[in-house]
């Protein structure tokens, strides 16, 4: 079993900047692939941004792709997305979760899932 709580959602102008973190306890995060998906009300759950167990390697969804960094550090059970040039329609509810293996991309693969945070840009 592995719990995720993702910190550092809020409410941000269009074109600044956010950084999610989401910790996770129970297992050594190294064994998972890590993602950030997102749900804007009345839309169903999206992949944002993916990475693999030692960072090698990231996937990112074409809307944020230049915008968003994904990064992860082992050694604090910790993955964060840094989020930049926000757009309004970044506006969503932002979900860590987890894989054993390969990263998630697909919603319907993931292990685990945070509680999520919200994420509001206005103008």
């Known amino acids: 079993q592995v719990q995720l709580l993702e910190f550092g959602g809020g409410s941000v102008q269009t074109g600044g900047s956010l950084r999610l973190s989401c910790t996770g306890s129970g297992r050594p995060f190294s064994v998972y692939g890590m993602a950030w998906f997102r749900q804007a009300p009345g839309k169903e759950r999206e992949f944002a941004a993916a990475?693999?167990?030692?960072?090698?390697?990231?996937y990112y969804a074409d809307s944020v792709k230049g915008r968003f960094t994904i990064s992860r550090d082992n050694a604090k059970n910790a993955v964060y997305l840094q989020m930049n040039s926000l757009k309004l329609e970044d506006t969503a509810v932002y979900f860590c979760?987890?894989?054993?293996?390969?990263?998630?991309?697909?919603?319907?693969?993931?292990?685990?899932w945070g509680q999520g945070t919200q994420v509001t840009v206005s103008s």
């Open positions: 979760a987890v894989r054993r293996g390969q990263p998630p991309t697909d919603p319907n693969t993931v292990d685990y």
């Open positions: 990475i693999d167990w030692n960072g090698g390697n990231t």
